[in-house]
């Protein structure tokens, strides 16, 4: 079954350092071009949340994660109905930016990996 | 993720036991009963926490492992002590320490197992507990009887527990590292705590010896009512309680002599309430023997309007034992006290808990006589009596009512 988190080059770019600084700058010019960060949104809100396992991961975020995401939607929709950014004090600075749904989305396919790999599992008597 | 900063002592000290079963146990018994919890709740929690996700194994993995070997992993909350015990075929004790020490020293506490996981069944827990007015009046027993420390309730109150939170959850944790212990039965004491100390990662936190500080326990006694008219029977204590543990003996055959259950099964039974206890009621004495306090009393459960009939006659029973036990009835009490003492140590829990102790206390009850018992019973008569009612508190009686 494929998961909204894909395929991606990018764990093998980051683990070698001659290539991670070569793409560094390209590929901050290219976050910050995406414009969603205009929008007051992150990254992680952009995953497409209509999955089981996306589902359970939103479940681990602390009230407060939660609330600050229907926040930045709420916002965003917003902004979407008037065809217009926002205004630059809203924007989501590139420290912000941070990936926090993504190490839940992990922890939760390790699991059922984990989970599949028991149900699975031969046993032998020694 | 290590929580404690308690001092690692080299291999632990283990008592051992032999049992007629075929298999073995381990038992670790931290000093994180519902005595030692800072919040209400917290003991419960933190016992419903055992065995998930630590530094080696999953949740499911420990689980599966366990299912896998043949072996039972679980977790009791007493009020000075939780025990989490794993029992397992005699060959397996590698696996089952390593799990056991693995849980001590690296448990994760997550709060999505928190949330998934362990909520859930403490609130199961905590609900069957508001549906049962005997369990509730031994709950408030104890709270009526000891307030704090010892009068903490072993179980969380439903509307309490989300305020319990990881901080006081691994809080505890470290409070009960302290003063922990560590018994096996069937099992080799230095294999065992060599494979203990084995499994303990190097900077991670160990048993101690040092016990956490509590409050001593002082007995206050009173008496409260609960209505609940959800439920279709009643229940009433009534006790007494007591800090010398000298007494601790004699209220065992106390509560041998004073208790109605037969030894030979659908007979009427031989003692002080054999036939007098109105129908409809079941009454059962209990001895509750902490490290500084003992709770001793009878609990009666079944119909409210006879329930006051019944708790009369208890009381009777008690005075008259008060003013004297006849020979035969005081070697019938001290050898059924005996018998139940001994067969309480067949657990793993009771043996952790009693240890060595439990030997030297048997031989002690058993060569009681009828003077010792008469006075440790016209002493608690002396004293303030504990008593709970729960149920139809307007047929319930009062303790006055009943003689107390």
Not at chain 2, 11 to 31: C, D, G, Q
Not at chain 2, 254 to 274: M, R
């Amino acid at each position: 079954m494929t998961s909204p988190m894909g395929f991606s080059l990018s764990p093998y770019i980051k683990n070698t350092p001659a290539l991670a600084r070569a793409c560094q700058s390209a590929g901050k010019w290219y976050a910050g071009a995406m414009g969603y960060r205009r929008m007051g949104l992150k990254y992680d809100d952009l995953i497409n949340e209509e999955h089981d396992d996306i589902q359970r991961a939103l479940g681990r975020l602390t009230p407060r994660e939660t609330y600050d995401r229907s926040f930045r939607f709420k916002r965003a929709f917003q902004a979407s109905v008037l065809h217009k950014d926002l205004p630059k004090e809203q924007w989501i600075p590139e420290e912000q930016d941070v990936r926090y749904l993504t190490p839940h989305i992990e922890d939760v396919h390790k699991e059922e990996a984990e989970r599949a790999k028991w149900d699975t599992i031969e046993v032998e008597r020694k | 993720r290590g929580y404690a900063t308690a001092t690692t002592d080299s291999a632990p000290k283990v008592a051992t036991f032999k049992s007629a079963k075929p298999t073995a146990s381990v038992t670790v018994l931290l000093s994180a009963g519902s005595r030692h919890e800072a919040k209400p709740g917290v003991a419960h929690v933190l016992s419903n926490f055992a065995f998930k996700r630590n530094a080696k194994h999953s949740a499911l993995g420990t689980v599966r492992q366990a299912e896998l070997y043949g072996g039972v992993l679980s977790s009791t909350l007493t009020r000075e002590h939780l025990a989490l015990t794993a029992e397992f075929l005699p060959g397996d004790e590698a696996f089952f320490i390593d799990l056991l020490a693995s849980h001590i020293s690296t448990a994760q506490y997550t709060p999505y197992e928190l949330q998934e996981l362990v909520y859930p069944s403490v609130l199961d827990e905590a609900r069957a507990v508001q549906l049962s007015p005997a369990t509730r009046a031994l709950e408030l027993a104890h709270a009526v009887a000891f307030r704090r420390g010892l009068g903490n309730s072993l179980f969380a109150d439903p509307d309490a527990v989300h305020a319990v939170g990881i901080p006081d959850i691994a809080t505890l944790h470290t409070t009960g590292l302290g003063g922990a212990s560590l018994s096996a039965t069937n099992l080799d004491a230095a294999a065992v705590a060599e494979l203990f100390a084995a499994s303990l990662p190097e900077d991670a936190p160990s048993l101690s010896s040092t016990a956490p500080v509590v409050p001593v326990t002082t007995y206050f006694g009173g008496s409260t009512r609960i209505a609940d008219f959800h439920a279709g029977s009643s229940a009433v204590f009534l006790g007494f309680g007591t800090t010398t543990a000298a007494a601790v003996p004699a209220l065992h055959a106390l509560a041998a002599h004073i208790s109605p259950a037969p030894a030979v099964k659908w007979s009427a039974g031989a003692g002080p309430l054999a036939g007098k206890l109105p129908g409809g009621i079941h009454a059962e004495t209990y001895v509750f023997p902490y490290s500084d306090g003992t709770l001793f009393g009878t609990l009666l459960r079944g119909s409210p309007a006879v329930l006051k009939d019944g708790a009369q006659a208890v009381v009777t029973a008690l005075k008259d034992a008060a003013g004297g036990l006849g020979k035969e009835a005081a070697q019938r009490a001290a050898a059924k006290a005996k018998f139940t003492l001994l067969g309480a140590l067949e657990s793993p829990l009771e043996q952790a808990q009693l240890g060595e102790r439990a030997t030297a206390q048997v031989e002690t009850v058993g060569a009681l006589d009828g003077a010792a018992i008469s006075k440790v019973a016209a002493e608690l008569l002396k004293s303030k009596a504990t008593f709970t009612a729960v149920g139809d508190v307007h047929s319930l009686p009062y303790a006055d009512e009943v003689g107390l």
